[in-house]
């Protein structure tokens, strides 16, 4: 397949990914008026900052063919840790904040050289990672949560509104203008940057890449680490948001950043991927998610509805790949 036939394959799927959330937002407006209402658009937003936020960074692994299991734990684990510095420390609050991003940043880092050095496939070393880092939150916390009543300033990191002070006509909550920022961000590194050219390039062809003389795992322990620090901010905006470090909290969040990344056209192949994709991804789950609950769908059934997304997802990126040989 030539490159403009996957920048067009890859246009196409972000068209009928958009398309799709129009769909969803106009079928559940008509179903119920309480959809469409400003603080029910705003709490989609506000549950997309964080959803967004892993899918954002889980991007980056599956890009280079991997799969990182572990970000749902790993996100807990960041706000247990940011906890500990702050409540229990009492430190200042930007270096809790750094705490829990410095931690992701460095579990990611185990995470790719167990990959890159010990060529542990990226399921096993990730579900490995879950499970340890799934224990350590319990262990560190004596199972209880840390609330950070004490700690000024927190819960405005995702909940309060900079925007909103300005424009009080449009309270965009903070968490989701940092979830702008962070794609931002990682869409530039993605498009202008040599780690950004070696993501695409270790997912299209590693073998290639490292015979061209390239330190291939130097690389990917490089794009586990980012991508461990951007959980570590969903770590932040979730303890922000709850008030507290939850450390029974954090399983299934990866199986819908995995859903958002795969709806929005990165494919679980390697090699292509866009974080505007991810976004609409992020979006249509969400969106999803609440249209559900509006309309009092019960909870069992919305886990159903999300587990056959995921299915027809990963289908999808099978006939893509098909399509395109």
């Known amino acids: 397949m030539s490159e403009k036939q996957a920048r067009r394959g890859a246009a196409q799927q972000k068209l009928l990914a958009f398309a799709s959330l129009i769909v969803l937002v106009v079928g559940f407006s008509l179903a119920s008026p309480a959809f469409f209402r400003i603080d029910n658009i705003m ?10 936020v892993l899918a954002v960074g889980v991007t980056l692994v599956i ?12 996100m807990t684990f960041c706000a247990v840790m940011s906890g500990v510095v702050l409540t229990w420390g009492g430190m200042p609050l930007p270096l809790g904040v750094i705490a829990g991003i410095a931690t992701g940043a460095l579990c990611g880092l185990i995470s790719g050289t167990l990959v890159a050095k010990a060529k542990i496939p990226p399921f096993i070393a990730t579900l490995g990672m879950m499970l340890i880092l799934k224990g350590l939150s319990l262990i560190v916390t004596g199972t209880k949560p840390i609330y950070f009543n004490d700690t000024e300033g ?7 509104s900079l925007i909103g002070s300005i424009i009080p006509q449009f309270p965009l909550p903070n968490g989701v203008l940092i979830l702008f920022i ?10 202008r940057t040599v780690l950004g050219r070696y993501t695409f390039a270790l997912g299209s062809n590693e073998e290639a890449v490292r015979l061209s003389g390239v330190d291939t795992d130097r690389w990917k322990m490089a794009i586990y680490a980012l991508a461990g620090g951007i959980v570590g901010i969903g770590g932040i905006l979730i303890s922000s948001r709850l008030n507290s470090a939850q450390p029974a909290l954090g399983l299934g969040y990866e199986l819908e950043a995995i859903a958002a990344v795969v709806i929005g056209g990165t494919s679980l192949a390697g090699g292509r991927g866009t974080i505007l994709g991810t976004l609409i991804g992020a979006l249509i789950m969400s969106v999803l998610t609440n249209g559900l609950r509006v309309m009092s769908v019960a909870p069992e059934w919305q886990t159903v509805v ?11 990126d099978q006939l893509r790949r098909r399509a395109a040989v």
């Open 43 to 52: 709490s989609i937003l506000q549950a997309t900052s964080v959803n967004g």
């Open 306 to 316: 999300t587990g056959a997304i995921i299915i027809v997802a990963v289908y999808a």
């Open 154 to 160: 927190y819960t405005t990191i995702s909940q309060g």
């Open 182 to 191: 962070v794609a931002a961000v990682i869409a530039w590194v993605l498009g």
């Open 63 to 74: 890009i280079t063919g991997g799969i990182d299991l572990s970000i749902g734990t790993l």
